[in-house]
């Protein structure tokens, strides 16, 4: 049987990975000392790997396609091809953010403030070339965890991945500027997107796991309406067409159905009910295909 190589991301991106491919219809569960996770699709192949690595891994064919973040790509210099962008990370559907931060008190404020400093990061060759293309000497060093403790002793200032920032302000750190954002990419090996079986399978991936992100934002809602104040309802509905109108068995009354933004809802379902709406159901989407 052909089998598609598939590197998934193991350390914060792993629930949320794991919950994307659920929702796209792919069940994974691995053990929790297991670096080799089941998936109920036979032609995958799966290996949880840290997303610093996977990029390599992929651009020399050790992994046909996997999923990492776009910082990692540009860190590794990795050859690759990228099928698909994905709004998600390990708290919420947005991008991250590589930030330059120091101490609340340094005397550094702008990114040329770093000439003569010592840098620590993870995001090591990026930082590197980010500061020389801006004319700007400093000491940059690889940073092998808690890089967030090291000011004011060990650096002077610190590369690091931040969402909201929280754990940074618990470090009484402020953010200078902004290095990198990036998001999570499907890639592939070259020589994997040439073979025709396999680009197949890893297009198929790509679009049930769009389906899925596109869903997480969306709910459907069905609802009966009077004839008479169908007009007014729909006034109210927007999708991503036109709104589903089904004859009922009473000629009066009409069965509609839309997929709407979720954060409208709340503020949607009592102008509905206002407007004559009844019988009004909303319920979760898995995937939403374009």
């Given at each position: ?23 796209a219809?792919y ?8 670096y080799?996770?089941?998936?109920d ?28 973040g ?10 690759v ?9 390990k ?55 808690a ?50 079986w ?9 679009l ?8 997480e ?56 009910r ?13 995937k939403?295909?374009?």
């Open positions: 049987m052909k089998k598609l190589k598939l590197g998934l991301p193991k350390g914060s991106l792993q629930e949320s990975t794991f919950r994307l491919f659920g929702k219809g069940r994974i569960s691995v053990g929790e000392r297991s080799v996770p089941y998936i699709d036979p032609e995958l192949e799966g290996l949880l790997i840290r997303a610093q690595e996977i990029a390599h891994y992929v651009e020399d064919g050790v992994l046909d396609v996997g999923l990492t776009k910082d990692w790509i540009l860190e590794n210099g990795a050859d091809v990228e099928v698909g962008e994905f709004m998600y990370a708290e919420g559907f947005r991008p991250i953010r590589w930030v330059v931060a120091v101490p609340e008190d340094s005397d550094i404020h702008a990114i040329e403030d770093l000439k003569g400093k010592r840098i620590a990061t993870e995001l090591l060759r990026y930082t590197q070339r980010f500061l020389k293309e801006r004319g700007i000497e400093a000491d940059v060093e690889f940073s092998w965890g890089t967030e403790v090291k000011p004011p002793r060990l650096a002077d200032a610190i590369v690091e991945l931040t969402e909201t920032g929280t754990s940074l302000r618990a470090n009484k750190l402020r953010i200078v500027d902004t290095v990198l954002e990036s998001t999570t990419r499907l890639i592939a090996n070259k020589a994997a997107w040439e073979d025709p396999k680009r197949e399978k890893i297009e198929n991936i790509a049930l796991l769009k389906g899925a992100l596109e869903a934002a969306k709910v459907g809602l069905k609802m009966n309406a009077p004839k008479k104040q169908l007009d007014a309802i729909v006034a109210h509905l927007s999708s991503l067409h036109t709104p589903t109108i089904s004859n009922q068995t009473d000629s009066n009354w009409v069965a509609l159905e839309v997929v709407i933004d979720e954060k409208t809802v709340r503020d949607l379902i009592p102008r509905l206002k407007a004559g709406a009844e019988g009004i159901i909303e319920y979760p989407l898995n939403v295909i374009y």
